[in-house]
């Protein structure tokens, strides 16, 4: 008889297979608490999957195999995703070389260019045009003629591409690139793929699309990761134009057919290279293959749009675009202006924001009024009472659902792209950012926030604490779970 078995006939005679079960149960638990207290970064999230783990296994740790551990790091890193493309790149960080950008920016964006060289891989660039593009009905002719036109290759990288009319003609687009001779490459999100039905990858492979899905799930060996999604957007033809920001692909985003509000970008100029490394690093990353990035194609002259990218990803620099928003909050001399479908600031996010209305600065937060997600809206109304009695102006837009996100400061830089002001998007997802050092651009879109400001509902505190009590409690209970949402 083994030690074992002769312990478990001590402590449960005649059941010790049934004790050994409870052993490696509670092993199993112990083990994922000290996964989570040694990993975990948040006390908050450390304590919380520590209680999930122990008290309730063997569920617990199996929810923290599947959504708490990052499996995605040491891969990337063995990709070497930063430096990859000789961009000009260096090692972020708080001792990276900081460029001397004087003279071509103003003086009150130097801090935050110099911030940005310390969160990014890239420099500042000059010489970019940056055209706003207003819903899908000013976004998609000019992204579907880039595609149309190009000659070389074609990359699109999208959370969400709809087969349906809108998503139709993007097919038939590629499809005829690929007829032409062109290089045409998709990458999906493994997760997004299923938001809509049939899937569109399998028409794009038909047309000979080179389609590649970002973590799918699978059953063998089994990979669920309901928390590391691509969510940028990218659409770059020929290194010379690109497209990014808020849109995925399809008639969602047709308000005029009953879609959502959004905004898009089109690009010209050397940002356009920064963003075609994104998406080589995430195909590399899917693919592992590695893909020459393309000549430099543009001359840059004088003037133009200083512009950088700022990729966010659950791999290194978590906090990348967290500390970026922070930042450029904390640098603001006049105003914050903000607008995003999704506000679940992190604790220092809402301090600077309180600190910046106290000082006389004009903060204000332009929100959707119906969410598309309502439970992420009821998780944001917990915690706007802390921002309104210190001077923040929170406003609710109507609908449509607005899915715009805008960063605006001192109406001289902003910060546009995929990411929303949310858990999700600036620490679980792979995101895009491009900063804009321009003062044109940043009042356009300060403009624009104005305009929405000024048709929404303003948000009080009154509101807030008329509401019923089951609402403040589903609103609180919601609230719980804002770091997953």
């Known amino acids: 008889m083994s030690a074992i078995e002769r312990l478990s006939s001590l402590v449960l005679p005649g059941n010790g297979w049934l004790w050994l079960v409870l052993v490696l149960v509670e092993g199993t638990?112990?083990?994922?608490?000290?996964?989570?207290?040694?990993?975990?970064?948040?006390?908050?999230?450390?304590?919380?999957?520590?209680?999930?783990?122990?008290?309730?296994?063997?569920?617990?740790?199996?929810?923290?195999?599947?959504?708490?551990?990052?499996?995605?790091?040491?891969?990337?890193?063995?990709?070497?995703?930063?430096?990859?493309?000789?961009?000009?790149?260096?090692?972020?960080g708080a001792h990276a070389q900081v460029r001397d950008y004087r003279g071509r920016i103003s003086d009150g964006q130097l801090m935050l260019a110099a911030a940005g060289d310390r969160l990014s891989p890239w420099p500042l660039v000059f010489g970019n045009t940056l055209r706003p593009l207003r819903n899908g009905e000013q976004a998609y002719p000019p992204m579907l003629e880039a595609i149309e036109r190009a000659q070389s290759f074609v990359y699109l990288s999208t959370y969400i591409f709809e087969s349906n009319t809108v998503g139709q003609r993007f097919i038939d687009a590629l499809g005829r690139a690929i007829e032409r001779g062109?290089?045409?490459?998709?990458?999906?999100?493994?997760?997004?793929?299923?938001?809509?039905?049939p899937s569109p990858q399998w028409a794009l492979r038909s047309?000979?699309?080179?389609?590649?899905?970002?973590?799918?799930?699978?059953?063998?060996?089994?990979?669920?990761?309901?928390?590391?999604?691509?969510?940028?957007?990218?659409?770059?033809?020929?290194?010379?134009?690109?497209?990014?920001?808020?849109?995925?692909?399809?008639?969602?985003?047709?308000?005029?057919?009953?879609?959502?509000?959004?905004?898009?970008?089109?690009?010209?100029?050397?940002?356009?290279?920064?963003?075609?490394?994104?998406?080589?690093?995430?195909?590399?990353?899917?693919?592992?293959?590695?893909?020459?990035?393309?000549?430099?194609?543009q001359n840059v002259g004088p003037g133009g749009v200083a512009c950088r990218c700022l990729a966010g990803a659950p791999i290194r620099d978590v906090e990348r675009l967290a500390i970026m928003l922070v930042t450029a909050a904390a640098a603001a001399r006049s105003r914050i202006l903000i607008m995003t479908p999704y506000f679940l600031p992190s604790d220092r996010l809402v301090g600077v924001l309180q600190a910046a209305a106290l000082r006389g600065i004009e903060v204000v937060i332009v929100l959707p009024a119906r969410n598309n997600l309502p439970y992420v809206g009821w998780a944001a109304h917990h915690g706007l009472a802390e921002l309104l009695k210190r001077g923040v102006k929170v406003f609710y837009q109507p609908p449509p659902f607005a899915h715009t996100k805008l960063f605006v400061v001192d109406d001289e830089y902003a910060l546009v792209g995929s990411p929303n002001i949310?858990?999700?998007?600036?620490?679980?997802?792979?995101?895009?950012?491009?900063?804009?050092?321009?003062?044109?651009?940043?009042?356009?879109?300060?403009?624009?926030?104005?305009?929405?400001?000024?048709?929404?509902?303003?948000?009080?505190?009154?509101?807030?604490e008329a509401r019923s009590f089951l609402t403040r409690l589903r609103d609180s209970f919601f609230w719980l779970f804002s770091p997953y949402m």
């Open 29 to 92: 638990a112990l083990a994922a608490a000290v996964h989570a207290l040694l990993n975990k970064k948040q006390p908050s999230t450390a304590f919380g999957w520590i209680g999930v783990s122990l008290l309730f296994p063997p569920l617990g740790p199996l929810l923290y195999y599947m959504f708490g551990i990052n499996r995605v790091r040491m891969a990337a890193q063995r990709l070497d995703r930063q430096s990859r493309y000789g961009l000009d790149a260096h090692r972020p």
């Open 182 to 197: 062109v290089d045409v490459r998709v990458l999906l999100d493994g997760i997004g793929a299923y938001y809509h039905r």
């Open 207 to 297: 047309r000979g699309v080179n389609v590649a899905r970002f973590l799918p799930p699978r059953l063998l060996p089994p990979s669920l990761q309901l928390n590391l999604r691509n969510h940028r957007k990218i659409l770059v033809t020929d290194g010379t134009v690109a497209f990014t920001g808020g849109m995925n692909i399809g008639d969602r985003h047709l308000p005029s057919r009953g879609g959502i509000k959004d905004m898009h970008f089109r690009l010209t100029g050397p940002i356009v290279r920064q963003i075609e490394a994104v998406f080589l690093s995430d195909w590399a990353f899917v693919t592992g293959e590695q893909v020459p990035i393309s000549s430099p194609r």
């Open 422 to 464: 949310d858990p999700r998007s600036l620490r679980l997802n792979f995101e895009l950012a491009v900063e804009v050092y321009d003062r044109a651009s940043a009042a356009q879109f300060a403009e624009h926030i104005r305009a929405a400001a000024a048709e929404s509902t303003a948000c009080s505190l009154a509101d807030l």
